[in-house]
């Protein structure tokens, strides 16, 4: 943008107070770019996989260490969150669920489904793995 | 149809439209994943590699990994779009994006490949 004008430009983000729907809005974004890092981590683990087990065992003990649990955590979280404001975004696109009160209420139902759906995932996961 | 109607970047609204088609196909694609990983995450190598022989492992991982791939190559697309103005550094961020998507869908699909041979 060579030619933007020398001035502030709209919208004036700080001096907005943060509301559940543009809260959620920038959090799908960083999500998804959290979710792209992580795509790259599961594509070098396939690779170690795939050029034997000296790199697999290499490979699961990174992830396996209290930061890749930390790493693990932190992916599921934007996971699951990017998945179900996905769907939010789905129904929108379909021209559904644009109503405020619906709009507020799908937001945190998106909120209390991420937790949900990572708490389940991580009891279920840390029991099939044996470490619960 | 005339270009007019295809908008600046002559593509129309195929972007928008691989993007929704993308996410769409990725929710089942997710849960299976969510599901993989546990057997995954303790596994030994041998464990891995019989995970691995079962034909539907391989083939969900190929077309997560081709459509998570294609549908993060969009979104990360439009974040450089809207937060880049410098103009040389905006193409060369987004030629880096696409030959970055093509060699990770590209390395995850010959290993994914190789483990499942």
Redesign the interface.
Known sequence: ??D?PNRPLSPHLQVYRPQITSVLSIMH?AT??V??LG??F??LW??A??SG?EA??LA?AC??SWLGYLF?FGF?VC?FYH?LN??R??FW?AGHGFELGTVTRTGWAVILGTIGLTAV?WV??LT????M | MSNRKLGPSKTGTSHWWHQ?LT??A??PL?IFL?GL???M???S?RE?TELMQIPITPIA?ILL?GT??YH?KL??QV?IEDYV?N?PLKVGLQIALLLGTVF?AV??I???I??AA
Do not use: K, W
């Open positions: 943008m060579a933007a974004r998804g770019i979710l792209s795509t790259v599961l594509v396939l690779m996989a795939a087990p697999f065992e699961q992830a396996g693990l599921s996971l998945l996905g769907i975004h789905l696109d995932a279920l996961g099939v793995t044996g470490a | 929704r996410a769409v990725l929710i997710i969510v990983l546990p057997s995450a303790g596994a190598y891995f991982l990994i998570g791939l993060m979104g990360v974040v103005h103009e990770l390395a995850g010959v290993s994914i190789m483990l």
